[in-house]
C-alpha cells in the first residue's frame, strides 16, 4: 500500500481547480480576456494550492513483512505513518478553512464538499493511529484493525473526488485558474 491512498484524493483534487463546483454565481460580467478579479486569482491559487500540498506530501506505506519482523519497530513505523496523514489533513482542512468566506458566496460549496468527507477521514486516520498508540505492540490483529479503517477512510476520500466531480465554480473562477500560479499543470 504505497501512495495509492493520497493518490485517490489528489486526481479530485488537482482537477478540481478546473471542476465546476455547485452554486449560484453572483451576477457581474467577467471576461477571461480582462483577466478576472485578483481577489477571485488569489482565492484559487490558494484552492489550487491545498491541491498541490497534499499531492507534494505523499501517502501512507508501511512493510508487512517488517510487522511480522519486529512488532515494535512495526508499531513505531505504523504509527508514524498514520501521525504524518493526519497532520497533512489537518493541514489542508485548515487551509481550506481559511479560504472561506470566498469572494463569491458560491465557492465556498466547493470547501464544504471537500472539508467533510476530508473531516471523516482525518478523524479515521485518526482512529487508526490511537489503536496503534494504545497497543503494547503490532499484531496481525491490531495491523488488520488499522488497514480497515483506512480503507474506510480511503472510501471517504473517495466521496470527496466524486462530489467535486459534480459541482461547478463560476465561470470567473475557472478563468482565474488560468492565471493562478498553483493551477498551472
Known amino acids: 500500500m504505497k501512495r495509492w491512498l493520497m493518490a485517490v484524493v489528489l486526481v479530485g483534487l488537482v482537477t478540481g481547480c ?3 463546483v455547485a452554486g449560484q454565481p453572483a ?4 471576461s477571461s480576456a480582462a483577466g478576472a478579479e485578483p ?3 488569489r482565492w484559487v491559487n490558494n484552492f489550487c494550492g491545498v491541491a498541490k500540498y497534499m499531492v507534494a506530501s505523499g501517502g501512507v506505506s508501511f512493510d508487512q513483512t517488517q510487522a511480522q519482523a519486529d512488532p515494535v519497530q512495526a508499531k513505531k513505523s505504523v504509527s508514524d505513518s498514520l ?7 489537518n493541514v ?16 465556498d460549496t466547493a470547501v464544504e464538499v471537500i472539508s467533510e468527507p476530508l473531516t471523516r477521514a482525518r478523524d479515521k486516520f485518526a482512529s487508526a ?9 503490532m499484531t496481525v490483529d491490531l495491523f488488520s484493525t488499522v488497514i480497515q ?6 472510501t471517504v476520500m473517495n466521496e470527496a473526488v466524486e462530489k467535486m ?5 463560476p465561470d470567473e473562477f475557472r478563468d482565474a485558474a488560468d492565471q493562478a500560479e498553483n493551477c498551472a499543470g
Do not use: Y
Request: net charge negative; glycine share 4%; no cysteine.
Open 27 to 30: 451576477p457581474g460580467p467577467t
Open 92 to 107: 489542508v482542512l485548515h487551509d481550506l478553512d481559511e479560504l472561506t468566506p470566498a469572494p463569491v458566496p458560491a465557492a
Open 83 to 89: 501521525g504524518r496523514v493526519v497532520d497533512v489533513l
Open 149 to 154: 479503517d483506512m480503507t474506510e477512510a480511503v
Open 39 to 41: 481577489e477571485v486569482v
Open 129 to 137: 493511529k490511537s489503536a496503534v498508540d494504545a497497543a503494547p505492540e
Open 18 to 20: 478546473a471542476v465546476p
Open 165 to 169: 466531480a459534480v459541482v461547478s465554480l
